[in-house]
Nanobody
Framework: QVQLVESGGGLVQAGGSLRLSCAAS????????MAWFRQAPGKSREFVAG????????HYTDSVKGRFTISRDNGKNMVYLQMNSLKSEDTAVYYC??????????????????????WGQGTQVTISS
């Protein structure tokens, strides 16, 4: 089966750093664009960062630009989210997902939840203020 498993979440002070990991299985990982989303309680799921198949292209939501970095290791079937200068507003469950689109992976399509599938169960990130 196709599966994504997120890990690396936890409780961190504002201004601190955290690296999230997403392990993929059941697909040819290097054939798919990937993304991280997050969802706070009572809020809609929000696009955070996306990365192309090779890792050469990235997209970020404005609120995390300059603080978060998405990367991938196709040899390990892993995608990562390095989060620095964390703020209380970053508190959420973070999810990774496979993109269903290929060449259309770009603005505005990267923001749309409907363009992703096989979501993981998520990892909780809590930032203390």
């Amino acid at each position: 089966q196709v599966q994504l498993v997120e890990s690396g979440g936890g409780l961190v002070q504002a201004g601190g750093s955290l690296r999230l990991s997403c392990a993929a299985s059941g697909r040819t990982f290097s054939s798919y664009h990937m993304a991280w989303f997050r969802q706070a309680p009572g809020k809609s799921r929000e696009f955070v960062a996306g990365i192309t198949r090779s890792g050469a292209g990235t997209h970020y939501t404005d609120s995390v630009k300059g603080r978060f970095t998405i990367s991938r290791d196709n040899g390990k079937n892993m995608v990562y989210l390095q989060m620095n200068s964390l703020k209380s507003e970053d508190t959420a469950v973070y999810y990774c997902a496979f993109a269903k689109l290929g060449s259309a992976f770009g603005v505005p399509n990267v923001y749309d939840l409907r363009n992703y599938d096989n979501w993981g169960q998520g990892t909780q990130v809590t930032i203390s203020s």
